[in-house]
């Protein structure tokens, strides 16, 4: 399967500047958003650290990883 995959992260203000360094201690995983390539109703937005849910089951990571690991080619956004 081909995957387009975007994620959506935190980010850290310090001294009036936008730190959105991805080791940035404090800045966290978000969302994530995925569409099969080769079947666009496959689409699935996952909260992970979303202010209006969060996925404190794990289930929304295990979905990321399943979908990952049946990937064959993997196009992300913003990579």
């Known amino acids: 399967m ?3 995959l ?4 935190s980010v850290t203000k310090r ?5 959105m360094d991805p ?5 966290e995983l978000v969302q994530v958003g ?3 390539a080769d079947n666009t109703d496959e689409l699935h937005i996952v909260n992970i650290n979303h202010d209006e849910a969060k996925d404190t089951s794990g289930a929304g990571r295990k979905l ?3 979908i990952l690991d049946m ?3 993997l ?3 913003n990579a």
């Open 23 to 27: 080791f940035e201690p404090t800045n």
């Open 6 to 9: 975007d994620v959506e992260n």
């Open 64 to 66: 990321v990883q399943d």
């Open 75 to 77: 196009i992300m956004h």
């Open 34 to 36: 995925m569409v099969n």
């Open 2 to 4: 081909r995957l387009v």
């Open 15 to 19: 001294d009036g500047k936008d730190h």
């Open 71 to 73: 990937t064959t080619l």
